[in-house]
């Protein structure tokens, strides 16, 4: 904790110093934007696998990604390295792969029990 506190001391000298000089001091930079590519690749592997597997896999990745690139959205994210590059045509395969693993779900589930 000591040696967190000299940084901080020494950090706040240095910029007071610069001040007195009339300088200002470099802005921090924010934080990169995360693009969540991954989770559209999960989404597209589950699409792929929906053949030998249930929909719920696929509607679970796209609801995932849906959810990330919403929150990259809302921090800035504008261009994807998705295949589809922009962002809102992400969210939109993502969010039709979700709704319909979970419709193709719940046909499944209503033609078992209507036997």
């Known amino acids: ?54 929909g719920l896999v696929a509607a679970a990745f796209g609801f995932a990604g849906l959810r990330a690139y919403a929150k990259a959205w809302r921090a800035g994210l ?5 295949v589809l590059r922009d962002p809102r045509l992400v969210m939109l395969y993502l969010g039709l792969v979700g709704v319909a693993g979970l419709t193709w779900t719940a046909w499944r589930v209503f033609a078992w029990l209507g036997r």
Do not use: H, N
């Open 1 to 54: 904790m000591s040696d967190l506190a000299a940084a901080a001391r020494d950090a706040r000298a240095a910029q007071e110093a610069l001040a007195a000089e009339g300088d200002r001091p470099r802005p921090i930079p924010p934080p990169p934007i995360r693009d969540p590519l991954p989770l559209c690749v999960y989404t597209t592997v589950a699409l792929l696998a929906w053949i030998f597997s249930p």
């Open 78 to 82: 504008r261009q994807s390295d998705c």
